[in-house]
């Protein structure tokens, strides 16, 4: 038989290694910054980049896309021309698609502390960088379907499959997501508004978790764990059962975000049902990793990759247990805002996403550089920090939202809010967050560890740029398809089997949508609901510029601890002009949907200034430059235009006289404000954000005072 | 408690048995699936990632 010689490119799994573990330490450190930023607020240094509102989106953003990112594709590069028997497709798509994923990272990092950001979490990078991203992900999927193509192996193994659903569903939710209007180089409105964003978003945000930190996590774990342990996986029966029934069933999950909020109820109630179906695949997973060491657990005790592997996919079973219990709206109703849900997300990040990828490099580096490992016991010294670290974070933050959401909801006898006071709530629990961030700390100086340990591996081995490898090509090779062999016929189609998976996560999406978007005519319209004026448009648009939905929901759930707290629960009428939605999804500070009319001019001013002058103990950034910042009044002409484009009903020609308006409101709350002993001129952005709070949630009737 | 205001939009409750339908049957066809694929050929596929190392006689059924 002819036999081909190639070469499998290394040098492109090396400089996406090398990305990883730079982002990473940059993502976790901004972390731990935001992290003690609870713990001390003075760390906020009242300098509008480093404040926790703008650079929690970077740490967000850090860690996924960047660290966990070039993770994914390290990996994928490894795994996929050998378990493809070729090499990439081509070098320049690789190379393309490594510095054009780095630049995006840079962008990130520099428009996010700018205060640039759509306000949607995990999507936060403007319209732009939105386009570049979407590029570079078809530069990628381009170059692993033409190594697919060029393969010379007959089958896809069940890594290669995870890797292809990975891409598909990514650049699906990352477009449908991403459709937004721009107002100018770094400003843009969602195209949806109110529930149907925060469907969207939701739908999103919860995908980015199963097909950006799960599918292409599960790939990495079907090659990489097999290959550490040096046995095959456990059952691939089970490997395709829950690849098909965990890509299917995941898609539909999201509304396990919005429970007791405006979102329709059966939407509600689809996202429960798909979540806990969820637990099923998501353990076979867990189950295939875990039963893959069966015989071999003794090489656990003194492999540290292996060590990394276990927990990695421990962790994963624990968050994919979680997330469902979190699903079910009693124990929603308890942890959705809190803690918990931090907590959760770090089992996942840390525990799943971490340490899988250190058992990876640390298989990875000796392997490209023909040498084993600097220390094993370095590696072991990894893993004890990593680990304690994650149980000290956890354990910490599951405590401090269990003891804040019993406060929040704690009654007296006689029927009257305890701890009527929300920073009460808050002060309780920052020794929880010190620890928490200590837990941060600890697995932080592991991965110094590591990066060291594969610094001084490289330096002792020699790096193989280019491995030699030689396989029969593809055309060469026979193979009659009979009945039942369905699967194996699908197997060898890589565009078909890419279609079929791309037709299963648009089923759970589209019947999703469909409703909510066809019966909008059915979400009432509350006539007394609004749309914003140019003013309060513009002291949104603040709002969303310093992240305040990082901590501050409007969202206030039907139940007697919140109308008692907040007011009046949320409708979803309310949010019709919202572009994009501002739900927020984490009540570190009060809710703020109702906050309108409850607080003087003057408080919200002094508040802004220094928020512990009007709530001693506040762990509150200053807002300093909102006080000498002029409101950049030449945009407001082109956002009302591009609102009304959107639907939100300004009449023709408002957007000539929408800044006339805007002075005049800004007039009367200076004058009000220079009435009570506070002077500030009317053209400061602190104006225009105090006419914002002032109006949210007044809308309709029945607002508790 | 928000679903009055969807009573309005026709049958939307078929939409959860429609969801049901479609992920059950696609369930039914991949388990058909399996059921109808011979045992050596997962043998082959899951050690594919070792065919260089020459570990392919390893399975889980012959202790080591």
Known sequence: MNVEKFSYDNQIVKQFSIATMIWGLVGMLVGLIIAFQLVFPELNFKLSYVTFGRIRPLHTNA??????????????????????????????????????????????????????TSSKEYAELEWPIDIAITLIWVVFGINMIGTIIKRREKHMYVAIWFYIATFVTVAVLHVVNSFELPVSLFKSYSIYAGVQDALVQWWYGHNAVAFFLTTPYLGLMYYYLPKAANRPVYSYRLSILHFWALIFIYIWAGPHHLLYSALPNWAQSLGTAFSIMLIAPSW????????????????????????????????????????????????????????????????????????????????????????????????????????????????SLYWAALTQSLMWKQFTPLGLLQYPNFLETVTQIIPMYALRGIGGLLYYAGVIIMVYNLIMTAKQGKFIKNEDAEAVPYKD???????????????????????????????????????????????????????????????????????????????????????????????????????PFLWGSKRTGPDLHRVGGKYSNLWHFLHMENPSSMSPGSIMPYYPWLFTDKLDLSSTESKISALRQLGVPYPKGYEKIANEELINQANLIAEDLAKNGAVTEADKEIVALIAYLQRLGTDIKGNKK | MFSKYFSNAQNISTFGIVSFLLFFSFFILVLVWLVTTKKSYFNKMKNLPFEDDDLSNINHENKL
């Open chain 1, 63 to 116: 860690v996924i896309f960047a660290f966990v990112g070039n993770a994914i594709f390290a990996g994928v590069y490894y795994s996929l021309q050998r378990l493809l028997k070729a090499r990439m497709y081509n070098d320049l798509l690789s190379k393309i698609h490594f510095w054009g994923w780095q630049l995006i990272i840079v962008a990130a990092a520099i428009t996010l502390p700018l205060g640039f």
């Open chain 1, 284 to 395: 076979g997973g867990m189950l295939n990793g875990l039963l893959t060491l069966r015989g071999a657990w003794d090489k656990v005790r003194d492999e540290p990759i292996l060590k990394f592997m276990v927990v990695a996919v421990t962790a994963y079973g624990m968050a994919t247990f979680e997330g469902p219990m979190l699903s079910l709206k009693n124990f929603n109703a308890l942890m959705h805002f809190t803690d918990w849900i931090i907590a959760h997300v770090h089992i996942g990040a840390l525990g799943w996403n971490g340490f899988l990828t250190f058992g990876m490099l640390y298989w990875l580096v000796p392997k490209m550089y023909g040498t084993t490992l600097y220390s094993k016991k370095l590696a072991n010294v990894h893993f004890w920090h990593g680990t304690l670290g994650i149980v000290i974070y956890a354990s």
């Open chain 1, 477 to 579: 090779m026979h193979e009659k398809i009979k009945p039942g062999m369905i699967h194996r016929w699908l197997e060898k189609r890589p565009i078909q089997f890419t279609i079929l998976a791309t037709v299963a996560i648009l089923i759970g999406g589209v019947i999703e949508f469909i409703p909510t978007f066809l019966v909008k005519s059915n979400i009432p319209t509350i006539s007394s609901v609004k749309p914003y004026s140019p003013l309060e448009l513009q002291g949104r648009d603040i709002y969303i510029r310093e992240g305040c939905l990082g901590c501050h929901s409007q969202m206030v759930r039907p139940f007697r601890s919140e109308t008692e707290r907040y007011g009046e629960y949320s409708k979803a009428g309310e949010y019709v002009y919202d572009h």
